[in-house]
Protein backbone atom coordinates (compact mmCIF):
# COMPACT_ATOMS: atom_id res chain seq x y z
CA UNK A 1 0.00 0.00 0.00
CA UNK A 2 1.32 3.37 -0.91
CA UNK A 3 2.06 5.91 2.31
CA UNK A 4 1.33 8.91 2.87
CA UNK A 5 4.28 11.16 2.89
CA UNK A 6 4.43 15.10 3.30
CA UNK A 7 6.69 17.38 0.97
CA UNK A 8 7.55 21.07 1.08
CA UNK A 9 5.31 23.63 -0.98
CA UNK A 10 6.17 24.15 -4.47
CA UNK A 11 7.28 27.21 -5.89
CA UNK A 12 4.99 27.11 -8.35
CA UNK A 13 2.22 25.80 -5.70
CA UNK A 14 1.64 29.09 -3.67
CA UNK A 15 -1.57 31.43 -3.92
CA UNK A 16 -1.14 34.73 -5.67
CA UNK A 17 -3.04 38.00 -6.38
CA UNK A 18 -2.26 40.04 -8.81
CA UNK A 19 -4.20 43.52 -8.69
CA UNK A 20 -4.78 45.28 -12.26
CA UNK A 21 -6.57 48.45 -13.47
CA UNK A 22 -9.81 47.57 -15.04
CA UNK A 23 -13.11 46.98 -12.72
CA UNK A 24 -13.47 43.12 -13.52
CA UNK A 25 -11.52 40.75 -11.36
CA UNK A 26 -11.53 36.92 -11.74
CA UNK A 27 -10.72 34.25 -8.86
CA UNK A 28 -9.21 31.28 -10.32
CA UNK A 29 -9.87 28.21 -8.33
CA UNK A 30 -7.68 24.99 -9.05
CA UNK A 31 -9.11 21.31 -8.98
CA UNK A 32 -8.55 18.46 -6.59
CA UNK A 33 -5.15 17.78 -6.14
CA UNK A 34 -3.83 20.18 -7.86
CA UNK A 35 -2.80 23.72 -6.91
CA UNK A 36 -2.81 27.92 -8.35
CA UNK A 37 0.37 27.43 -10.58
CA UNK A 38 -2.02 25.91 -12.95
CA UNK A 39 -3.98 29.35 -13.55
CA UNK A 40 0.15 31.05 -14.29
CA UNK A 41 -0.34 31.20 -18.04
CA UNK A 42 -4.07 32.28 -17.87
CA UNK A 43 -3.39 34.94 -15.20
CA UNK A 44 -0.54 36.49 -17.37
CA UNK A 45 -3.13 36.70 -20.25
CA UNK A 46 -5.59 38.18 -18.16
CA UNK A 47 -3.08 40.65 -16.28
CA UNK A 48 -2.01 41.88 -19.61
CA UNK A 49 -5.60 42.98 -20.24
CA UNK A 50 -5.96 45.01 -17.07
CA UNK A 51 -7.56 42.38 -14.83
CA UNK A 52 -7.41 41.73 -11.24
CA UNK A 53 -6.67 38.05 -11.26
CA UNK A 54 -6.43 36.30 -7.31
CA UNK A 55 -6.17 32.37 -6.96
CA UNK A 56 -6.14 30.66 -3.76
CA UNK A 57 -4.31 27.79 -3.09
CA UNK A 58 -7.09 25.64 -0.95
CA UNK A 59 -6.18 24.08 2.24
CA UNK A 60 -4.48 21.02 1.80
CA UNK A 61 -3.23 21.13 -2.10
CA UNK A 62 -0.03 22.08 -3.00
CA UNK A 63 2.07 20.06 -0.40
CA UNK A 64 1.52 16.78 0.33
CA UNK A 65 -1.52 14.00 0.36
CA UNK A 66 -1.07 13.67 3.90
CA UNK A 67 -1.75 17.24 4.40
CA UNK A 68 -4.97 16.72 1.85
CA UNK A 69 -6.52 13.86 3.68
CA UNK A 70 -7.21 16.21 7.13
CA UNK A 71 -9.27 18.68 5.00
CA UNK A 72 -12.14 19.00 3.40
CA UNK A 73 -15.17 20.71 1.81
CA UNK A 74 -16.03 23.08 4.11
CA UNK A 75 -11.87 24.44 4.47
CA UNK A 76 -12.02 24.70 0.61
CA UNK A 77 -15.35 26.54 0.43
CA UNK A 78 -13.77 29.11 3.10
CA UNK A 79 -11.00 29.77 1.36
CA UNK A 80 -12.74 30.14 -1.95
CA UNK A 81 -14.92 32.35 -0.16
CA UNK A 82 -12.07 34.79 1.09
CA UNK A 83 -10.41 35.14 -2.19
CA UNK A 84 -13.51 36.65 -3.64
CA UNK A 85 -13.88 38.85 -0.95
CA UNK A 86 -10.63 39.96 -1.41
CA UNK A 87 -11.86 41.14 -4.39
CA UNK A 88 -15.50 42.81 -3.53
CA UNK A 89 -14.29 46.30 -4.03
CA UNK A 90 -14.50 45.50 -7.79
CA UNK A 91 -17.61 46.16 -9.89
CA UNK A 92 -17.70 42.84 -10.99
CA UNK A 93 -16.29 39.68 -9.94
CA UNK A 94 -16.20 36.78 -12.04
CA UNK A 95 -15.25 33.45 -10.98
CA UNK A 96 -13.63 30.01 -12.84
CA UNK A 97 -12.97 26.89 -11.60
CA UNK A 98 -11.04 24.06 -12.88
CA UNK A 99 -12.44 20.35 -12.35
CA UNK A 100 -13.33 20.74 -8.47
CA UNK A 101 -13.13 24.52 -8.83
CA UNK A 102 -16.07 24.84 -10.89
CA UNK A 103 -18.01 23.06 -8.52
CA UNK A 104 -16.83 25.79 -5.63
CA UNK A 105 -17.16 28.28 -7.65
CA UNK A 106 -20.80 27.31 -8.23
CA UNK A 107 -21.27 27.20 -4.72
CA UNK A 108 -20.23 30.53 -3.58
CA UNK A 109 -21.62 32.49 -6.95
CA UNK A 110 -24.14 33.46 -4.91
CA UNK A 111 -22.55 34.56 -1.25
CA UNK A 112 -20.12 36.29 -3.37
CA UNK A 113 -22.27 38.52 -5.28
CA UNK A 114 -20.46 37.33 -8.62
CA UNK A 115 -21.18 38.60 -11.79
CA UNK A 116 -20.79 35.53 -14.10
CA UNK A 117 -19.67 31.92 -13.68
CA UNK A 118 -16.91 29.66 -15.53
CA UNK A 119 -16.57 26.09 -15.36
CA UNK A 120 -14.02 23.74 -17.00
CA UNK A 121 -14.43 19.91 -17.24
CA UNK A 122 -16.53 20.13 -13.80
CA UNK A 123 -16.96 16.37 -12.56
CA UNK A 124 -20.77 15.96 -12.81
CA UNK A 125 -19.91 12.31 -13.33
CA UNK A 126 -16.40 11.11 -13.87
CA UNK A 127 -14.92 7.83 -15.80
CA UNK A 128 -13.44 6.16 -12.37
CA UNK A 129 -16.68 4.57 -11.06
CA UNK A 130 -15.62 4.05 -7.47
CA UNK A 131 -15.38 7.96 -7.15
CA UNK A 132 -19.11 7.39 -6.08
CA UNK A 133 -18.15 5.65 -3.75
CA UNK A 134 -15.62 7.04 -1.46
CA UNK A 135 -17.49 7.95 1.66
CA UNK A 136 -18.62 4.40 2.10
CA UNK A 137 -15.25 3.14 1.16
CA UNK A 138 -12.53 5.43 3.31
CA UNK A 139 -13.23 4.02 6.97
CA UNK A 140 -11.33 0.72 5.18
CA UNK A 141 -9.20 2.30 2.50
CA UNK A 142 -6.92 5.00 3.66
CA UNK A 143 -5.75 6.12 0.02
CA UNK A 144 -5.43 5.12 -3.44
CA UNK A 145 -2.93 5.30 -6.16
CA UNK A 146 -3.52 8.28 -8.30
CA UNK A 147 -2.67 7.74 -12.09
CA UNK A 148 0.34 10.55 -13.20
CA UNK A 149 0.38 10.79 -15.96
CA UNK A 150 2.99 13.06 -18.07
CA UNK A 151 2.00 16.79 -18.29
CA UNK A 152 -0.51 18.13 -20.81
CA UNK A 153 2.22 20.34 -22.44
CA UNK A 154 5.99 19.36 -21.70
CA UNK A 155 7.05 23.07 -21.57
CA UNK A 156 4.73 23.31 -18.96
CA UNK A 157 6.19 20.46 -17.06
CA UNK A 158 6.95 22.41 -14.05
CA UNK A 159 3.09 23.44 -13.01
CA UNK A 160 2.65 20.20 -13.20
CA UNK A 161 3.82 18.42 -9.71
CA UNK A 162 0.64 16.16 -9.02
CA UNK A 163 -0.21 14.09 -6.20
CA UNK A 164 0.96 10.43 -6.52
CA UNK A 165 -1.75 8.81 -4.47
CA UNK A 166 -5.61 10.41 -3.36
CA UNK A 167 -6.48 9.94 0.31
CA UNK A 168 -10.44 7.94 -0.11
CA UNK A 169 -11.90 10.91 2.84
CA UNK A 170 -10.31 13.61 0.62
CA UNK A 171 -12.24 12.24 -2.42
CA UNK A 172 -15.09 11.81 -0.73
CA UNK A 173 -15.45 15.22 0.36
CA UNK A 174 -15.17 16.06 -3.42
CA UNK A 175 -17.89 13.75 -3.82
CA UNK A 176 -19.60 16.21 -1.15
CA UNK A 177 -18.63 18.72 -3.24
CA UNK A 178 -19.91 18.05 -6.51
CA UNK A 179 -23.67 17.30 -5.00
CA UNK A 180 -23.94 20.02 -3.35
CA UNK A 181 -22.59 22.01 -6.25
CA UNK A 182 -25.66 20.13 -8.92
CA UNK A 183 -28.16 20.97 -6.40
CA UNK A 184 -27.04 24.70 -5.97
CA UNK A 185 -26.66 24.90 -9.98
CA UNK A 186 -30.24 24.28 -10.52
CA UNK A 187 -30.98 27.93 -8.30
CA UNK A 188 -28.42 29.63 -9.76
CA UNK A 189 -29.02 31.85 -12.39
CA UNK A 190 -26.31 34.26 -14.34
CA UNK A 191 -24.29 34.55 -17.06
CA UNK A 192 -22.67 30.80 -17.21
CA UNK A 193 -20.12 29.21 -19.35
CA UNK A 194 -19.52 25.32 -19.23
CA UNK A 195 -16.18 24.41 -20.97
CA UNK A 196 -15.76 20.78 -21.96
CA UNK A 197 -13.16 18.87 -23.27
CA UNK A 198 -14.78 15.69 -25.64
CA UNK A 199 -11.22 13.41 -24.87
CA UNK A 200 -11.48 14.45 -20.74
CA UNK A 201 -9.76 11.52 -19.66
CA UNK A 202 -10.80 12.03 -15.78
CA UNK A 203 -14.03 13.30 -16.36
CA UNK A 204 -17.17 11.86 -18.48
CA UNK A 205 -17.35 14.47 -21.51
CA UNK A 206 -21.43 14.50 -21.13
CA UNK A 207 -21.00 16.28 -17.75
CA UNK A 208 -20.11 19.63 -19.97
CA UNK A 209 -23.99 19.60 -21.33
CA UNK A 210 -25.64 18.81 -18.15
CA UNK A 211 -23.94 21.47 -16.50
CA UNK A 212 -24.82 23.47 -19.02
CA UNK A 213 -28.20 22.74 -19.19
CA UNK A 214 -28.89 23.00 -15.48
CA UNK A 215 -27.14 26.19 -15.03
CA UNK A 216 -28.72 27.33 -18.56
CA UNK A 217 -25.27 28.82 -19.60
CA UNK A 218 -23.68 28.02 -22.45
CA UNK A 219 -21.16 25.13 -23.63
CA UNK A 220 -17.85 25.48 -25.32
CA UNK A 221 -16.70 22.02 -26.43
CA UNK A 222 -12.71 21.69 -26.34
CA UNK A 223 -12.07 18.95 -29.32
CA UNK A 224 -8.63 18.03 -28.40
CA UNK A 225 -7.73 18.50 -24.64
CA UNK A 226 -6.74 17.19 -21.92
CA UNK A 227 -8.66 17.19 -18.51
CA UNK A 228 -6.47 19.82 -17.22
CA UNK A 229 -7.39 21.96 -20.09
CA UNK A 230 -5.05 25.18 -18.11
CA UNK A 231 -1.62 23.15 -18.74
CA UNK A 232 -2.89 22.18 -22.35
CA UNK A 233 -1.02 23.19 -25.95
CA UNK A 234 -4.84 24.07 -26.29
CA UNK A 235 -5.35 26.52 -23.71
CA UNK A 236 -4.76 29.52 -26.09
CA UNK A 237 -8.98 28.59 -26.89
CA UNK A 238 -9.82 28.40 -23.08
CA UNK A 239 -8.11 31.70 -22.03
CA UNK A 240 -9.72 33.77 -24.98
CA UNK A 241 -13.62 31.84 -24.15
CA UNK A 242 -12.54 33.27 -20.58
CA UNK A 243 -11.90 36.86 -22.04
CA UNK A 244 -14.66 37.00 -24.10
CA UNK A 245 -16.93 35.96 -21.34
CA UNK A 246 -15.62 38.67 -18.53
CA UNK A 247 -15.56 41.31 -21.17
CA UNK A 248 -18.86 40.71 -22.76
CA UNK A 249 -21.32 38.99 -20.60
Known amino acids: MAHLSARPLSQWAAGFHREGTSDDALVLLHGFSGHPGHWQPMADDLEARGHTVVAPRLPGHGTSPEDLATTGADEWLATAREAADSVRHHRRVHL ?78 LVRVTRRAWREAGRLRRPALVIQSRTDETVRPVSGPRLARRLDGRLLWLEQCRHNALLDPGRGIVHAAVIDQIENA
Open 96 to 173: VGLSMGGMLAILIARPSAAYSLVTINAPVSTHDRKVAWASLASPFIRETVAVVAPPPDPELSHLWVPYSIHPTAAVAE
